[in-house]
């Protein structure tokens, strides 16, 4: 029997770096937009609760981008196949760093990331029907001290828009590290073990459900 994978997933994210991780592992996929605004992924409130832990604030997210895509697929009467989430945070001492508001944000960001180390976490949910399931990936980083002419000029690529604790680690910023331990992947955005581990686990529920 074919794996339900086999056909392809979709995507429920508009991130590149995503795309370019999932198809460095062969998985063939389609990306979950809303037909109203070509080239924007499903939107989500991604603002953490009161109180809530990194871990379980990324877990929440993708679990809930996964239940909104599937939604969003039903509605749209699309052909049926496993929709496949992601959310990605930076953590320090516990607090959560997430998508800088601006570049002035960023900069304060990087402030706080310079001389120390920080977590990174990527939550990833596979949802098929009624099924959903999700993994967790953590991994430690640890950056040089920054100069403020570093953060400055770093700031002003605009790399850091959009990414959880400002800066992207396949860019410009991988000068900044000076250790890593966990997924490069999972800082990415996308932890390629977990992902894989995800899809095996719907393609055994499908042969022996």
Same mark, same amino acid.
């Given at each position: ?5 086999? #056909? =392809? ?5 508009? #991130? ?17 937009? !809303?037909?109203?605004?070509? =080239?924007? &992924?499903?939107?989500?409130? +991604?603002?953490?609760?009161?109180? +809530?832990?990194?871990? &379980? ?5 993708? &679990? *809930?981008?996964? +239940? ?9 009467? %699309?052909?049926?196949?496993? *929709? ?44 098929? =029907?009624?099924? @959903?399931?999700?993994? %967790?990936?953590?991994?430690? *980083?640890? !950056? ?24 992207? @680690? ?5 000068? !900044? ?22 899809? +095996?686990?719907? &393609? ?6």
């Amino acid at each position: 029997m074919a794996s339900p994978v086999d #056909s =392809g997933i979709y995507l429920a994210s508009r #991130s590149p770096r995503r795309r370019e991780l999932l198809a460095q592992i062969g998985v063939r996929y389609r990306l979950l937009l !809303f037909r109203a605004h070509p =080239g924007r &992924a499903l939107d989500v409130d +991604e603002a953490p609760l009161a109180g +809530e832990a990194p871990a &379980a604030y990324v877990e929440r997210l993708a &679990a *809930v981008k996964a +239940e909104a895509a599937w939604t969003s697929l039903e509605s749209r009467n %699309l052909p049926r196949a496993p *929709v496949l989430a992601a959310d990605t945070t930076v953590a320090v001492e516990g607090a959560i760093l997430a998508k800088p508001a601006d570049r002035e944000d960023a900069a304060g960001m990087l402030r706080r990331l310079s001389g120390r180390r920080h977590e990174v976490l990527t939550a990833v949910a596979l949802k098929d =029907g009624d099924w @959903i399931q999700g993994a %967790l990936s953590v991994s430690e *980083v640890a !950056f040089k001290p920054l100069s403020e002419h570093e953060i400055r000029q770093y700031v002003a690529t605009g790399e850091c828009d959009d990414k959880a604790g400002a800066y992207a @680690i396949q860019g410009r910023a991988a000068r !900044f590290i000076a250790d890593l331990r966990g997924s490069y992947s999972g800082v990415m955005g996308l932890p390629l073990y977990e992902t894989g581990q995800l899809l +095996e686990r719907l &393609a055994r529920e499908r042969r022996h459900p």
